[in-house]
């Protein structure tokens, strides 16, 4: 089995959750005590935030591309960054690491291609809804148009993330705000939904709507898993 390096911690509320599936899918697959071959880096989440509402992407890019490397230094036959949001920078790290990184977006995409899904709601951070490098991805290499919520909803959709879920704080009036946007995204013409922060799994799933729900993190860490076993397809290695 492959070694899998994770770059965790943002948050590690989603971390922990990336390094219980992973481990659930190996046992699942190899039966009896097997668990995964994991190198793990944690970050201060809260210096990465800072970096975010700076804009200083350049300097979070060479952040996260450092500690690529050094996974990979250390045995990692591949990187996650367990984040949606800081695949803006993956490239960087991907050209750094110098191993595959197995990139959310491709994960989602061709997940989403695959259930016949083109019109998703994508529901993440500000970043990750009003910049374009998630959806034009998603666009270029699967052909889906991914679709946003309107302002006030992105901002509600932001702010639960930040100031709850990555807080380990989970409210069901949170949930039920975001039900309503995802019922608004439906009336817009949304066919399935992306939980497109690592976050969001732990508030709403597949049972809170009758919507096709493709939640990120558990799709990465499954991909993951694959990669470790094997079977991941080389176009879903970006490198």
């Keep these: ?24 899918a190996v046992r699942r697959r190899h039966g009896g005590l ?3 071959e994991i190198l793990l880096r944690s970050v201060d989440f809260s210096r990465i935030v800072a970096l975010q509402q700076a804009g200083r ?3 979070a890019a060479d952040a996260l591309a450092r500690i690529g490397n050094q996974l990979a230094g250390a045995g990692a036959d591949c990187v996650l960054i367990c984040t949606n949001t800081m695949h803006k920078v993956a490239d ?11 990139h959310i977006v491709d994960v989602v995409g ?13 529901l993440a951070t500000r970043y990750t809804m009003e910049q374009d490098f998630y959806r034009t991805r998603l666009a270029d290499r699967f052909g889906i148009k991914a679709m946003v919520p309107e302002a006030a909803d992105r ?9 709850e ?21 439906r009336a817009a013409g949304a066919d399935a939904v992306i939980l497109g922060c690592t976050e969001i799994g732990l508030l709403i799933g597949p049972s809170h709507t009758d919507l096709p729900v493709f939640d990120s993190t558990l799709l990465h860490a499954e991909a993951a898993v694959d990669f470790a076993d094997g079977l991941l397809s080389p176009a879903m290695q970006a490198a």
């Design 155 to 163: 901002g509600l959709v932001h702010d639960v993330i930040f100031e």
């Design 110 to 122: 061709r997940a989403l291609a695959d259930a016949g899904a083109k019109r998703p709601l994508l």
């Design 1 to 24: 089995m492959k070694t899998i390096g994770l770059i965790g911690g943002m948050s590690w509320e989603s971390t922990a959750v990336y390094y219980r599936q992973i481990n659930e």
């Design 57 to 59: 992407w350049d300097q």
């Design 92 to 102: 960087a790290v991907a050209e750094k690491a110098g191993v595959p990184l197995i």
């Design 34 to 36: 097997a668990s995964a």
């Design 165 to 185: 879920l990555c807080c380990g704080i989970v409210r069901s009036q949170s949930r039920q705000g975001y039900l309503d946007v995802i019922e608004r995204g």
